[in-house]
């Protein structure tokens, strides 16, 4: 059944480049968020607010679970080539709609409501992509080097994260930011460039066949009548199901989402690493880390997937705290200052944002208040700014005058030796991603019978990476909100699910390759 | 199995402590609690059910083809 060389090749890619753009497309609305939200749900109005609230989590949280079972069952019943289409043709689709939807100004609510809706249809159609590509590139793959194949699928969700970096970097140093973020500005470019991609590789799929083992199964007559009862109704089926989410996927997605995302937000507003400076350093961590997905599903196909897997999830328990400890005391401009005004002759510029006259309520006492901005280069080329505010000079009633003078530190731009010391850390961390992501398509698609396969292996997917994986900026929010001392309690998430998986896959998963996926 | 109940009683305690009118973060907001604990509580029962699985010695053998599922 296996296909040949140069054919599994072609199928790769098809199947790879669909799967990719997916991602792209979906990476774009969360990166364009900023931008997004002023154009479609402005400040101060409460629905646009409650829209932009629910389009961030219901497409995350609850759609891509619904997709995945919509999709999955539709791929069960129908065949897999044409139904990883349609949610190619939806998510392209909605994509590029989103790119048209004129902002608030111009159609008021119609604005938001509109781009939730196709929002909602992006989610629905990532839901289906993933096991509809993974499924299908696994049927046709041969028994030893299943994992070393579908690794390619497992690297197109990294690399879509990856083009959507760049080609927004690229559009955004090509314009001032005026023209960028404008109604009809350069953020709209990201959505419209979607559609090429998509139609080429709708053009390619086309060409595709149906997988061999779905073909056999349907003229033997015995695909799924009803893929949903059997996949979750039929209890030996199910025990599956909840073994693949709570053992391998649940860890799988919080250190998925822990390298990537959570890395670069805590780069930004934790440790206030200038905008450009954070991207430059995820750029080149995920394209020096990428080959080792492959890598990782390569070695499965020799070794067995159980182990790669966790052991991915077990280094970042262990170093999730201090990699991100390292970050906060490598970059810490306070100190960076100090050492400033000690040793060299640093460079600063200091200038005045604004100034605010303040009246008390009783109109008695109006003072002036002056915000300023210190912007510091030290002779190794690190930099940051300090913003700070303070009543203007010698005010005599200086001391009933209540307010925040506390500098705020941020813009860090590291130094070359230093960039490359967080490309590293960051690097280390997706090497974990690819430990616990590469070889997993390959488990999952080895854990459920073929006539069920597509709705068994999508849905604990999607809960694990969507569910268990998305929530890991809101918990670490509520964490580190609840525990304001420590400034890394929000990794307790990531590592408290991560270890329980590994815990739990240890114990069960079996680390046998099944050799046997005709059945 | 424990777990579970301890998960949703987490999540239902922490919703009533942070949502909040004044608040602007995401955690202050009752949609994003609504919609976590309307997902979360089935997977929390799916863990449950898995921890009663694990219990009862259903998971020492795995089936070995998919005949056996």
């Not at chain 1, 072609?10 to 154009?39: C, H, N, P, R």
Request: with cysteine; charged share 15%.
């Amino acid at each position: 059944m296996a296909a040949s060389e140069k054919g599994i090749g072609k199928i790769i890619f098809s199947s790879s480049l669909g799967t990719l753009i997916e991602w792209y497309d979906f990476y774009i609305f969360g990166m364009l968020a900023k931008t997004i939200s002023v154009q479609f749900f402005p400040e101060g109005n409460s629905t646009a607010a409650l829209l932009s609230t629910l389009a961030i989590f219901a497409a995350g949280f609850l759609v891509r679970p619904f997709g995945a079972l919509v999709f999955g069952r539709l791929g069960d019943l129908v065949g897999r080539k044409y139904t990883f289409l349609l949610t190619l043709v939806l998510m392209g689709g909605s994509t590029f709609l989103i790119g048209l939807v004129p902002g608030y100004k111009t159609i008021g609510i119609a604005a938001p409501l509109l781009v939730l809706l196709l929002r909602l249809i992006q989610g629905l159609a990532l839901g289906g992509e993933y096991g509809g590509a993974a499924t299908y590139v696994a049927e046709h793959a041969p028994v030893n080097r299943r994992g070393y194949f579908t690794a390619w699928i497992q690297t197109t969700a990294t690399l879509g994260l990856f083009v959507a970096l760049g080609i927004i970097l690229l559009v955004k140093t090509n314009m001032s930011d005026a023209a960028f973020t404008a109604e009809w500005g350069g953020w709209r470019y990201p959505f419209w460039i979607s559609i090429l991609l998509v139609g080429v590789s709708i053009y390619i799929r086309l060409k595709m066949s149906e997988s061999p083992l779905y073909t056999a199964l349907k003229k033997e007559g015995k695909t799924s009548v009803n893929p949903l009862k059997e996949s979750f109704g039929h209890k030996t089926n199910f025990k599956m199901v909840l073994l693949a989410l709570f053992g391998a996927v649940m860890g799988q997605g919080v250190i998925w989402y822990t390298g990537q995302f959570y890395a670069q937000s805590f780069l930004e507003n934790a440790v206030k690493i200038e905008f450009m400076q954070n991207r430059e350093i995820l750029l080149w961590a995920i394209g020096l880390a990428t080959p080792f997905f492959l890598f990782f599903g390569w070695l499965s196909d020799k070794v067995g997937r159980k182990w790669i897997m966790l052991i991915g999830m077990l280094l970042g328990v262990v170093f999730y705290r201090p990699i991100f400890g390292t970050f906060l005391k490598e970059a810490n401009a306070k100190k960076w200052k100090t050492e400033a005004v000690r040793m060299a002759k640093p460079n600063v510029n200091s200038t005045t944002i604004r100034i605010d006259t303040v009246e008390n309520t009783d109109r008695l006492l109006s003072y002036t208040v002056q915000h300023s901005k210190t912007d510091w280069q030290l002779m190794d080329g690190r930099k940051f700014s300090i913003t700070s505010a303070d009543t203007v000079p010698m005010y005599q009633f200086k001391s009933f005058i209540k307010i925040d003078t506390k500098p705020v530190y941020s813009n860090i731009v590291l130094s070359t030796p230093l960039k490359w010391k967080f490309v590293f850390l960051v690097w280390v961390m997706i090497i974990f991603v690819t430990m616990a992501y590469g070889p997993i398509a390959a488990f999952l698609v080895e854990l459920f019978p073929t006539k069920i396969r597509y709705t068994s292996m999508s849905l604990p997917y999607h809960i694990g990476n969507g569910v268990f994986g998305g929530l890991v900026p809101f918990i670490a929010t509520l964490l580190s909100t609840t525990f304001i001392k420590d400034p890394l309690v929000g990794l307790w998430y990531p590592i408290g699910v991560a270890a329980l998986c590994f815990i739990i896959g240890a114990l069960y998963l079996t680390n046998k390759i099944d050799k046997e996926v005709n059945d | 199995m424990l777990l579970a109940p301890v998960i949703i009683f987490f999540l239902v305690k922490s919703a009533i402590h942070n949502i909040s009118s004044g608040g602007t973060k995401d955690i202050n907001q009752p949609v994003p609690w609504i919609i976590i604990i309307t997902i979360f509580t089935p997977i929390a029962i799916g863990l449950m059910i898995f921890g009663y699985y694990a219990l009862k010695g259903e998971y020492d053998k795995l089936p070995e083809s998919s005949e056996q599922i």
